[in-house]
C-alpha cells in the first residue's frame, strides 16, 4: 500500500462525477425525530444512481448489524436515508424483522434501496436455485416485502471465488431476478483477496453492484485500484463500508497535537472518513454502522459536504501514519502462512469490532465460532507471523488479547 496521499488530493475534483447535488446544511435535531406512522424526508441528502442498476439512492446507507431500534430507524428514514443494508445474518435475522416491521408501519418499502444478503448457504451447482430461493424467501418474510433490490451473498470469500464463475449460481440469481423477487445480484467482501474477487465480479457478467471495505487506508493499494477500475469499467455498483478504518482511534494512541486541534474545533475524525471515501468519487454509496442520532447527524453532515481541505488531508494522513502499526487491513497472505493455523485477519477483525465498534458480543460469537486449531493456543510462538507483516503490527500481542477479550 502506498503510503501518500497525493491521490486523494488528485481525484478530489471526480467527486462532481457521481454526486447528484451536494449541499452543507446543518441537520437539526428536529428533523431526526420520527412521528410514528408519518415519515417524510427532511433533509436534502446527496444521491447517485448506482452503476448499472439504474437505480437512485443516498450516498449515504444504513447498515443494520446491531440491534436495531425501531425509533432509530424511522429517525434515519425522516432524516431522508433511502439506502438500507441488512442481512439474515445479522442479529439472528431480527434485524430485517425489525425493518420490515419500520417498513410496513410508515408505508415507506419503495421509498428505499433495500439490500440484504443470504448468510448462510452460499452453494453452487445445480442445487444452487433452490438454495438461494429458499433463504431468499425467508428474508421476503422478515421484511414484510414482495422483493429486494439488491440480493447479496454475504461475506464472499477467496475460496468461494468460483462460485461467482459457475453457470448455475448465474442462472439460480438470473431465475430470481426474472421471477420479480429480487431486482439485481451482488455480494459483500472483505476478504483478503479482495482486488482478485472484485475484478470476478467485473468479468463474471451477472453481478450488478457490490459492498466492499473500503477506507483512508485501504483505498490507495495498486491492486485494488486495479480491480476497481475493472469494476468501474464494467459499470458495477460500487458501494463502500467500513469506511472508519479505525477513525476513532485506539487505545495505544492518544490523539496527537494536531488531532486534537482538529476535535477542540469539532471535527471528528469519524466524518474525515467518510469524506475521504466520497471525495475520491469512485464510490458511490457509503453504508455506515449508525447506532444513535449523534452518528446519523454527524454522518449526513460528512455525505454533504464530502470535500476535505489540504489541511484535513493532512491531519487525517498524520493520523493515519500514527496508527497504521494498529489497523490490521486483513492481508493475511502475508502473516497467516507463519502462523500455525491461526487465522489472524479474521481474528483482528474481530478484535476491532469488540474495541473499535463497541460490539463485543457479536465479536465473541464471531470468534468462539472459529475452529479451535483457527484461535491462539498459549505455545504458538507468532513472532515468524509478526514479522512477515508489513505494516508492523504487533500480531502476538493482539491475538493474545483477542484470545483474553473475546475466549
Ligand atoms: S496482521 Fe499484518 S499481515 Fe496479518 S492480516 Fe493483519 S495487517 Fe495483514
Known amino acids: 500500500m502506498s503510503g501518500s496521499n497525493e491521490t486523494g488530493a488528485r481525484d478530489l475534483g471526480r467527486r462532481e462525477f457521481l454526486l447528484a447535488s451536494a449541499g452543507a446544511a446543518a441537520i437539526s435535531a428536529s428533523a431526526l425525530e420520527p412521528t410514528l406512522g408519518q415519515t417524510t424526508s427532511t433533509s436534502s441528502l446527496p444521491t447517485v444512481t448506482l452503476g448499472k442498476t439504474g437505480e437512485k ?39 430485517e424483522k425489525v425493518l420490515g416491521d419500520v417498513l410496513e408501519r410508515t408505508g415507506m ?21 433452490a438454495a438461494y430461493e429458499k433463504r431468499l424467501t425467508g428474508s421476503l418474510d422478515r421484511l ?16 468461494e471465488i468460483g462460485l461467482l464463475k459457475d453457470p448455475d449460481v448465474k442462472a439460480a440469481f438470473e431465475k430470481l431476478k426474472k421471477s420479480g423477487k429480487i431486482k439485481f445480484c451482488g455480494f459483500s467482501c472483505h476478504d483478503r483477496r479482495l482486488p482478485e474477487i472484485v475484478t470476478a465480479a467485473a468479468e463474471c457478467g451477472w453481478i450488478d ?9 485501504t483505498m490507495l493499494g495498486d491492486d485494488i485500484r486495479r480491480a476497481l477500475d475493472a469494476a468501474r469499467k464494467a459499470n458495477l455498483g460500487l458501494v463502500a463500508m467500513k469506511t472508519q478504518g479505525g477513525a476513532g482511534g485506539f487505545r495505544e494512541v492518544k490523539p496527537s497535537g494536531k488531532f486534537q486541534e482538529f476535535v477542540d474545533k469539532g471535527f471528528k475524525k469519524e466524518q474525515a472518513a467518510i469524506k475521504t471515501v466520497l471525495a475520491e468519487g469512485l464510490m458511490q454509496v457509503v ?17 454533504m459536504a464530502p470535500k476535505l481541505s ?9 493520523h493515519r501514519q500514527a496508527t497504521a502499526h494498529l489497523y490490521c487491513h ?32 457479536r465479536a465473541r ?20 507471523a509478526e514479522a512477515a507483516c508489513p505494516h508492523g503490527l504487533p500480531v502476538a500481542a493482539l491475538i493474545d488479547r483477542a484470545s483474553l477479550r473475546l475466549g
Open 57 to 95: 439512492a443516498t450516498v449515504l446507507g444504513m447498515g443494520t448489524s446491531w440491534s436495531l431500534q425501531p425509533s432509530f430507524v424511522q429517525a434515519a428514514l425522516k432524516a431522508g436515508v433511502r439506502y438500507i443494508d441488512t442481512s439474515e445474518n445479522y442479529e439472528n435475522t431480527l434485524a
Open 109 to 129: 418499502r419503495k421509498d428505499v434501496y433495500l439490500v440484504t444478503k443470504n448468510g448462510r448457504g452460499k452453494v453452487g451447482g445445480a442445487g444452487a436455485h
Open 144 to 159: 414484510k416485502t414482495d422483493y429486494i433490490d439488491c440480493y447479496y451473498l454475504h461475506g464472499i470469500e477467496g475460496r
Open 209 to 217: 453492484q457490490i459492498m466492499i471495505q473500503y477506507n483512508y487506508r
Open 287 to 303: 453504508v455506515s454502522e449508525m447506532t444513535n442520532r449523534d452518528m446519523l447527524r454527524e454522518n449526513m453532515a460528512a455525505c
Open 310 to 318: 489540504l489541511r484535513e488531508q493532512e491531519q487525517l494522513e498524520q
Open 330 to 361: 486483513g492481508c493475511g497472505q502475508h502473516c497467516e502462512p507463519a502462523a500455525g493455523g491461526v487465522q489472524v485477519a479474521e481474528i483482528l477483525r474481530y478484535l476491532r469490532y469488540d474495541e473499535v465498534y463497541g460490539k463485543t458480543s
Open 365 to 384: 460469537e464471531l470468534y468462539r465460532a472459529l475452529p479451535e486449531s483457527a484461535r491462539v493456543t498459549d505455545a504458538l510462538n507468532l513472532s515468524a
